[in-house]
């Protein structure tokens, strides 16, 4: 009897001290929770917008028409666009976003184009002392980068 009621003793402290050490990640974590917290208060807001969709053409169903989405940030006084541009039925034509803005030189137009997807990640670098007051998206897809476009939509 003397035996197991010292293996009976032995569990109940491994399970005591398992617990203790499960506790401790948990209560770590808690506490790194809340740091990340206090980090992102100094990180800029996220401004999202879209998804911006390419036009009907062949017949093409919703769900398989070009997009992109993103969001804006402000640092440092300039604005950063990121985005994901989608090809998403595959067809071997080009999916194309424009990317048009103002700016106290005028008005500025940009394009890139992909098979599949493509990420944008801090295109810009905008400011508004430099009279940068509107930024627009519109998605195409085809043969050629004016093909079934979408309409141009406020991202800013």
Same mark, same amino acid.
């Given at each position: 009897?003397?035996?197991?009621?010292?293996?009976?003793?032995?569990?109940?402290?491994?399970?005591?001290?398992?617990?203790?050490?499960?506790?401790?990640?948990?209560?770590?974590?808690?506490?790194?929770?809340?740091?990340?917290?206090?980090?992102?208060?100094?990180?800029?807001?996220?401004?999202?917008?879209g998804p911006y969709h390419s036009g009907f053409?062949? #017949?093409?169903?919703?769900?398989?028409? =070009? =997009?992109?989405? !993103?969001?804006?940030?402000?640092?440092?006084?300039?604005?950063?666009?990121? !985005?994901?541009? =989608?090809?998403?039925? $595959?067809? $071997?034509?080009?999916?194309?976003?424009?990317?048009?803005?103002?700016?106290? =030189?005028?008005?500025h137009v940009k394009y890139y184009k992909t098979?599949?997807? $493509?990420?944008?990640?801090?295109?810009? !670098?905008? $400011?508004?002392?430099?009279?940068?007051?509107?930024f627009k998206i519109r998605v195409c897809e #085809?043969?050629?980068?004016?093909?079934?476009? !979408?309409?141009? #939509?406020?991202?800013?």
């Amino acid at each position: 009897m003397n035996k197991v009621r010292t293996l009976l003793a032995g569990t109940a402290a491994a399970g005591v001290l398992a617990a203790g050490l499960a506790a401790a990640p948990a209560q770590a974590a808690a506490a790194g929770a809340a740091a990340p917290a206090a980090v992102q208060g100094a990180q800029a807001p996220k401004h999202f917008f879209g998804p911006y969709h390419s036009g009907f053409g062949k #017949g093409e169903s919703f769900g398989r028409r =070009s =997009s992109f989405k !993103g969001y804006w940030i402000q640092q440092g006084g300039r604005y950063w666009f990121h !985005g994901d541009l =989608s090809d998403r039925d $595959r067809d $071997r034509h080009y999916s194309y976003v424009w990317f048009k803005w103002h700016d106290r =030189s005028g008005t500025h137009v940009k394009y890139y184009k992909t098979f599949g997807s $493509r990420h944008f990640g801090g295109f810009g !670098g905008f $400011r508004k002392s430099h009279g940068f007051d509107d930024f627009k998206i519109r998605v195409c897809e #085809g043969v050629d980068r004016f093909d079934d476009c !979408g309409g141009w #939509g406020d991202a800013f």
